[in-house]
């Protein structure tokens, strides 16, 4: 045994001292919770994180979902009727996973969307340069050719050094 | 002097110095005189200097506990050990952007060293002024904004210390630092992108900025890959990769920064796709901005958020004036831009392309979901999520196309298929399909099977590519097949680099495949002494104690696990699961979870909860997750391909690359 156990009332005190009243109890030990509790909270946001799943939190509100969720799949709830039950509390934004339909159906065709946007700036890109390379190299505007002698006089010599 | 007046004196003269060296390099543009510039550069190294005076100012206000400091007073505290105060520097807002800052003035520098040199004087006045202008920006920001010097009017005796959870592991020394080289070093690309527009050369600098491109792209790779790494280790729920908002800003820069290194590949060696280029690293440059908008902002939940405040309004400020500048002058000079030939699809610069096309709507893609819940709110004033579930789903296609061509480009030649290539298609083409075979047949998700049999195909592109490059050489040159590798391997590095990385994403797309399908996790309340079967394994509480150490309390359950049956290979051990209490967080614990890492299953303890009153049980937690460790194992072989193409030795040749490859 690598770990000193010290007296229960030393116990207490060591983490008492640090962290105060908040730590003192718990009633009982949290739920035993299956693989597929885990994977069902990942789905669900946790309502009061920064942007954390139901399954990564550790606020009481996640662990508490994960009870519930613990609890209905005993109950022989499916899957998709659990997650039905966070919606009728939360609305759709408890899903991580948006509903595909509504406003959050075009986040699912985001991919085609950015695709074809992509697609069509490339398309017009290419059929422009193909008109100016039709309309044939040999005329060189005036500016280009202004702008060219300029640069011929190159740059002034660093008189430094 | 105080540590306080040194960095204040310091950011000032470095502002200064950033200014100076905009006007001058501004100057030398306009008056097209040499004379402005050479005096321009000298402000590079300056201003490098008096940022390395303020960083140090800092840290030794650190050092020193002078809570004189507002930063030192909330962000440090007297207890914190010796590497946590030296990193303490970007543990919040102020500090990072003075790292920020430090690291673009060390990018300046080196641009500054080659203006004359490699970068000609007609495009080394304009990138100059561009990366001054972005230091006057950081180093404004930080004496009007965010003042990473602002004094306490009543010291305290002791500061708060830093976010415990970012004290809980050394990666908090890497993972910052490594993220900001990236981000900062796409400025460059940038700056050489304003210049090549600006000046009207618009094929010369593509090589050069590659080059600078792939050090960003490096240093962000090694960033995600240890970020990844971390929050493994330490935000115990087994994962690696959240899609948290912040996390999709580092995505987001690297996506479209892979695109450009990829198409301009195909200007560097046809000529093609010059305003794409433009755009892709304008694009690159300003996602990192935006980025940095993100975490500081406020305006997203996210794990990583820093502030809120005005600076978050300062950086949208910025991002739209960057975005202005790069697609100003692209629409200014598009109409000159020539392209010397015609994109064919069939050949390796249209996979080049259609790969770029992918990675630009998987960045897309990210934006818009990152961002959808806020546009939502703002229009509809409803609430919705977008989250991991959604990214990971739409991840699948996007990533088996781009898997896909990733195969597929470098085989294909420059201009028109051959038999030759006609026969390696094949030979990839069926690797493909027994893989998805062989992973169906061991009963595999349709996923994952796709997944191997995509691993398949890329190691049979590397493999045929390489082959086929020693057996010509062998026969050339006479030489043996080893020696024929070796040259191979010495004297392109470029492409055998490449191909080093191809394989680290192919090998890092097959660990995601499995790690993400099947991850076990599952919690249990043991008494002591009680044992639990799961998963294969056999997992007993010896005991639960408690220990103080330095600036923090922990609970300790050790745990004897021995390994019941192939499932649980590997499994056996003893492992100390804990808890860690620090005074900072009140009696919030951050767990620390033990994660015994194998090449099939890594297994994951956390010690989720314990009895309070007389530790007689804990709750535990554990997570099994198959081939993680490749995961880790392909971003090292992605870093490594990174630093044998950048080795010094192959830069300044691109002489070379107008010779066939192998």
Same mark, same amino acid.
């Given at each position: 045994?690598?770990?000193?156990?010290?007296?229960?009332?030393?116990?207490?005190?060591?983490?008492?001292?640090?962290?105060?009243?908040?730590?003192?109890?718990?009633?009982?030990?949290?739920?035993?919770?299956?693989?597929?509790?885990?994977?069902?909270?990942?789905?669900?946001?946790?309502?009061?994180?920064?942007?954390?799943?139901?399954?990564?939190?550790?606020?009481?509100?996640?662990?508490?979902?994960?009870?519930?969720?613990?609890?209905?799949?005993?109950?022989?709830?499916?899957?998709?009727?659990?997650?039905?039950?966070?919606?009728?509390?939360?609305?759709?934004?408890?899903?991580?996973?948006?509903?595909?339909?509504?406003?959050?159906?075009?986040?699912?065709?985001?991919?085609?969307?950015?695709?074809?946007?992509?697609?069509?700036?490339?398309?017009?890109?290419?059929?422009?340069?193909?008109?100016?390379?039709?309309?044939?190299?040999?005329?060189?505007?005036?500016?280009?050719?202004?702008?060219?002698?300029?640069?011929?006089?190159?740059?002034?010599?660093?008189?430094?050094? | 002097?105080?540590?306080?007046?040194?960095?204040?004196?310091?950011?000032?003269?470095?502002?200064?110095?950033?200014?100076?060296?905009?006007?001058?390099?501004?100057?030398?543009?306009?008056?097209?005189?040499?004379?402005?510039?050479?005096?321009?550069?000298?402000?590079?190294?300056?201003?490098?200097?008096?940022?390395?005076? &303020?960083?140090?100012?800092?840290?030794?206000?650190?050092?020193?506990?002078?809570?004189?400091?507002?930063?030192?007073?909330?962000?440090?505290?007297?207890?914190?050990?010796?590497?946590?105060?030296?990193?303490?520097?970007?543990?919040?807002?102020?500090? !990072?952007?003075?790292?920020?800052?430090?690291?673009?003035?060390?990018?300046? !520098?080196?641009?500054?060293?080659?203006?004359?040199?490699?970068?000609?004087?007609?495009?080394?006045?304009?990138?100059? &002024?561009?990366?001054?202008?972005?230091?006057?920006?950081?180093?404004?920001?930080? !004496?009007?904004?965010?003042?990473?010097?602002?004094?306490?009017?009543?010291? #305290?005796?002791?500061?708060?210390?830093?976010?415990?959870?970012?004290?809980?592991?050394?990666?908090?020394?890497?993972?910052?630092?490594?993220?900001?080289?990236?981000?900062?070093?796409?400025?460059?690309?940038?700056?050489?992108?304003?210049?090549?527009?600006?000046?009207?050369?618009?094929?010369?600098?593509?090589?050069?900025?590659?080059?600078?491109?792939?050090?960003?792209?490096?240093?962000?790779?090694?960033?995600?890959?240890?970020?990844?790494?971390?929050?493994?280790?330490?935000?115990?729920?087994?994962?690696?990769?959240?899609?948290?908002?912040?996390?999709?800003?580092?995505?987001?820069?690297?996506?479209?920064?892979?695109?450009?290194?990829?198409?301009?590949?195909?200007?560097?060696?046809?000529?093609?796709?010059?305003?794409?280029?433009?755009?892709?690293?304008?694009? &690159?440059?300003?996602?990192?901005?935006?980025?940095?908008?993100?975490?500081?902002?406020?305006?997203?939940?996210?794990?990583?958020?820093?502030?809120?405040?005005?600076?978050?309004?300062?950086?949208?400020?910025?991002?739209?004036?960057?975005?202005?500048?790069?697609?100003?002058?692209?629409?200014?000079?598009?109409?000159?831009?020539?392209?010397?030939?015609?994109?064919?699809?069939?050949?390796?610069?249209?996979?080049?392309?259609?790969?770029?096309?992918?990675?630009?709507?998987?960045?897309?893609?990210?934006?818009?979901?990152?961002?959808? #819940?806020?546009?939502?709110?703002?229009?509809?004033?409803?609430?919705?999520?977008? %989250?991991?579930?959604?990214?990971?789903?739409?991840?699948?296609?996007?990533?088996?196309?781009?898997?896909?061509?990733?195969?597929?480009?470098?085989?294909?030649?420059?201009?028109?298929?051959?038999?030759?290539?006609?026969?390696?298609?094949?030979?990839?083409?069926?690797?493909?399909?027994?893989?998805?075979?062989? %992973?169906?047949?061991?009963?595999?998700?349709?996923?994952?099977?796709?997944?191997?049999?995509?691993?398949?195909?890329?190691?049979?592109?590397?493999?045929?590519?390489?082959?086929?490059?020693?057996?010509?050489?062998?026969?050339?040159?006479?030489?043996?097949?080893?020696?024929?590798?070796?040259?191979?391997?010495?004297?392109?590095?470029?492409?055998?680099?490449?191909?080093?990385?191809?394989?680290?994403?192919?090998?890092? &797309?097959?660990?995601?495949?499995?790690?993400?399908?099947?991850?076990?996790?599952?919690?249990?309340?043991?008494?002591?002494?009680?044992?639990?079967?799961?998963?294969?394994?056999?997992?007993?509480?010896?005991?639960?104690?408690?220990?103080?150490?330095?600036?923090?309390?922990?609970?300790?359950?050790?745990?004897?696990?021995?390994?019941?049956?192939?499932?649980?290979?590997?499994?056996?051990?003893?492992?100390?699961?804990?808890?860690?209490?620090?005074?900072?967080?009140?009696?919030?614990?951050?767990?620390?979870?033990?994660?015994?890492?194998?090449?099939?299953?890594?297994?994951?303890?956390?010690?989720?909860?314990?009895?309070?009153?007389?530790?007689?049980?804990?709750?535990?937690?554990?997570?099994?997750?198959?081939?993680?460790?490749?995961?880790?194992?392909?971003?090292?072989?992605?870093?490594?391909?990174?630093?044998?193409?950048?080795?010094?030795?192959?830069?300044?040749?691109?002489?070379?690359?107008?010779?066939?490859?192998?």
């Amino acid at each position: 045994m690598s770990l000193r156990r010290p007296a229960l009332l030393g116990w207490m005190l060591a983490i008492g001292l640090l962290v105060g009243l908040a730590f003192a109890q718990n009633s009982s030990p949290p739920p035993d919770l299956s693989s597929r509790v885990y994977d069902i909270a990942r789905e669900l946001r946790c309502p009061v994180c920064q942007g954390e799943s139901a399954a990564e939190s550790n606020a009481d509100i996640s662990v508490e979902m994960r009870r519930i969720i613990a609890e209905q799949l005993a109950q022989g709830k499916s899957e998709a009727q659990i997650k039905a039950y966070f919606v009728q509390r939360y609305g759709d934004w408890i899903l991580y996973d948006p509903p595909r339909h509504g406003a959050t159906l075009w986040i699912w065709l985001s991919p085609l969307l950015g695709l074809g946007l992509l697609g069509w700036v490339l398309w017009r890109y290419q059929s422009r340069l193909r008109q100016r390379a039709q309309m044939a190299s040999a005329e060189v505007p005036e500016e280009e050719i202004q702008r060219l002698e300029a640069e011929l006089e190159g740059p002034k010599p660093n008189t430094d050094r | 002097m105080t540590p306080g007046l040194l960095g204040t004196l310091a950011l000032a003269a470095t502002l200064l110095f950033s200014v100076l060296g905009l006007g001058l390099s501004v100057l030398a543009a306009l008056l097209r005189d040499r004379r402005y510039l050479e005096a321009a550069r000298r402000f590079a190294p300056l201003s490098l200097i008096g940022a390395l005076a &303020a960083f140090g100012a800092l840290e030794w206000a650190l050092l020193t506990n002078d809570f004189s400091v507002a930063y030192v007073a909330d962000n440090h505290s007297l207890e914190d050990p010796l590497w946590v105060t030296l990193v303490t520097p970007w543990a919040a807002l102020a500090g !990072s952007i003075l790292l920020w800052g430090t690291l673009q003035t060390l990018y300046t !520098s080196l641009v500054s060293a080659r203006a004359g040199q490699s970068l000609d004087v007609w495009r080394a006045p304009i990138a100059l &002024a561009t990366l001054f202008a972005i230091q006057v920006f950081f180093f404004g920001v930080m !004496s009007l904004v965010v003042h990473p010097f602002d004094p306490v009017a009543n010291p #305290p005796a002791d500061g708060r210390g830093p976010n415990p959870l970012l004290q809980n592991h050394w990666m908090m020394a890497v993972h910052p630092v490594l993220m900001y080289l990236g981000f900062v070093g796409l400025s460059v690309p940038f700056a050489y992108a304003v210049a090549a527009m600006v000046a009207r050369r618009y094929q010369s600098w593509i090589f050069e900025t590659r080059w600078w491109t792939l050090v960003a792209w490096g240093f962000l790779t090694a960033a995600i890959f240890a970020g990844k790494w971390w929050s493994y280790e330490i935000l115990g729920w087994g994962g690696y990769w959240a899609w948290d908002p912040v996390e999709n800003a580092s995505i987001i820069p690297w996506f479209l920064a892979t695109a450009f290194l990829h198409t301009a590949q195909v200007q560097e060696r046809k000529g093609l796709f010059k305003g794409w280029n433009f755009a892709f690293i304008t694009l &690159a440059f300003a996602a990192t901005v935006f980025g940095t908008f993100l975490t500081r902002s406020g305006v997203i939940q996210s794990v990583h958020a820093f502030a809120d405040g005005p600076v978050g309004t300062v950086f949208l400020g910025f991002l739209l004036l960057t975005l202005l500048v790069g697609f100003g002058l692209l629409s200014k000079v598009g109409s000159e831009l020539r392209e010397a030939g015609e994109v064919r699809w069939v050949s390796r610069e249209g996979a080049l392309l259609a790969g770029a096309l992918f990675f630009g709507t998987f960045a897309f893609v990210v934006v818009l979901g990152t961002l959808w #819940p806020l546009v939502i709110e703002a229009v509809l004033g409803a609430k919705v999520s977008v %989250g991991a579930p959604f990214f990971n789903q739409v991840s699948v296609p996007l990533g088996v196309f781009m898997l896909l061509l990733m195969g597929i480009g470098p085989v294909l030649p420059w201009r028109q298929a051959t038999s030759e290539v006609v026969r390696n298609l094949i030979a990839m083409g069926s690797a493909l399909g027994v893989g998805v075979l062989i %992973g169906l047949l061991l009963s595999l998700t349709p996923g994952v099977a796709l997944a191997i049999g995509l691993f398949a195909y890329n190691l049979t592109a590397v493999g045929l590519m390489v082959g086929q490059g020693i057996r010509e050489r062998s026969r050339a040159l006479g030489i043996s097949r080893f020696q024929a590798f070796l040259a191979l391997a010495g004297q392109n590095r470029r492409r055998f680099g490449s191909h080093l990385v191809h394989l680290g994403i192919a090998l890092a &797309a097959l660990a995601i495949a499995f790690s993400q399908t099947y991850r076990f996790t599952e919690q249990k309340t043991l008494n002591v002494g009680g044992t639990w079967q799961t998963h294969g394994l056999e997992a007993r509480l010896l005991s639960v104690g408690v220990r103080q150490e330095g600036n923090r309390v922990a609970v300790i359950a050790p745990l004897e696990v021995r390994a019941l049956n192939r499932d649980g290979w590997a499994s056996s051990g003893r492992y100390e699961t804990r808890l860690n209490f620090y005074t900072q967080m009140g009696g919030q614990p951050i767990a620390t979870p033990v994660v015994k890492y194998s090449p099939y299953n890594d297994y994951y303890f956390v010690l989720e909860e314990f009895d309070r009153e007389k530790g007689s049980w804990a709750t535990l937690k554990i997570i099994v997750t198959p081939m993680v460790l490749w995961l880790w194992i392909a971003g090292a072989i992605v870093v490594l391909g990174t630093l044998y193409i950048l080795w010094p030795g192959t830069v300044g040749a691109p002489a070379r690359s107008a010779l066939p490859q192998t």
